[in-house]
Nanobody, 116 residues
Framework: QVQLVESGGGLVQPGGSLRLSCAASGFSFSQYVMSWYRQAAGKEREMVANITSTSGRKNYADSVKGRFTISRDNAKSTVYLQMNSVKPEDTAVYFC?????????WGQGTQVTVSS
């Protein structure tokens, strides 16, 4: 059974930091491109960052470049999103995503709220 379980969300003040984790099971994690998406209230889901399966190449949305860092630990089947210098506009539900060929899996999401 495929599972992607996000954790680490919560309330954080502007300028603060948060680290999201996504624990995967039920598929060959190391062979999948892993991504973080987010969806703010009333808006479409957007890609935040992704990391390839082999080279570990990373891509970021312009809105988070220089502030967020994606990483993965294939031994632990876990992908992370380190969020620094967060802004109120980063408030959203953050989703973990795994893709390989035609296979695509989603986590249930974790809420991140940036507010003072």
């Amino acid at each position: 059974q495929v599972q992607l379980v996000e954790s680490g969300g919560g309330l954080v003040q502007p300028g603060g930091s948060l680290r999201l984790s996504c624990a995967a099971s039920g598929f060959s994690f190391s062979q999948y491109v892993m991504s973080w998406y987010r969806q703010a209230a009333g808006k479409e889901r957007e890609m935040v960052a992704n990391i390839t399966s082999t080279s570990g190449r990373k891509n970021y949305a312009d809105s988070v470049k220089g502030r967020f860092t994606i990483s993965r630990d294939n031994a632990k089947s876990t992908v992370y999103l380190q969020m620094n210098s967060v802004k109120p506009e980063d408030t959203a539900v953050y989703f973990c995503n795994a893709v390989r060929w035609t296979y695509r899996y989603w986590g249930q999401g974790t809420q991140v709220t940036v507010s003072s």
